[in-house]
């Protein structure tokens, strides 16, 4: 039987609670682990540059550097890190993709549509 391999991911989001959630809800996958989380786009270079992350879940609205700026950096730097924005502002899912998020997430959303975006990335089994 071939064994899962493990998806790490990465956390960035101001407030603790978001975090909190996200790290709840995905703690109950089997498959994944939590390898990091960031605060605002300082703590994030930095947790993608010592944490081996293969998805990152970021709030579009990030404190720090303006986030289409930060994720074509990312690109660069990290071209297979899978970046899952995240906001509860409609228009940050056509900005967005626009930059090269793989996915995008509202935050107004249930929490399993995390779940389903990480199975749509075809990184974990459903």
């Known amino acids: ?8 991911v990465l956390l960035a989001d101001d407030q603790p609670h978001v975090r909190r959630a996200l790290q709840m809800l995905l703690e109950q996958e089997s498959g994944v682990i939590i390898v990091g989380e960031a605060a605002d786009a300082t703590g994030l270079l ?12 970021v709030d579009w609205e990030l404190p720090g550097l303006p986030l289409p700026h930060l994720l074509r950096l990312l690109h660069f730097e990290r071209p297979s890190l899978q970046i899952i924005a995240m906001s509860s502002r409609p228009e940050a899912k056509t900005e967005a993709l626009s ?28």
């Open 1 to 8: 039987m071939e064994e899962m391999p493990t998806l790490r």
């Open 46 to 57: 930095l947790a993608v540059a010592t944490q081996p992350a293969d998805v990152l879940l």
């Open 99 to 126: 930059v090269g998020a793989a996915a995008f997430l509202s935050k107004g959303a249930p929490p399993e549509t995390v779940r389903t975006v990480l199975h749509r990335q075809k990184r974990i089994a459903p």
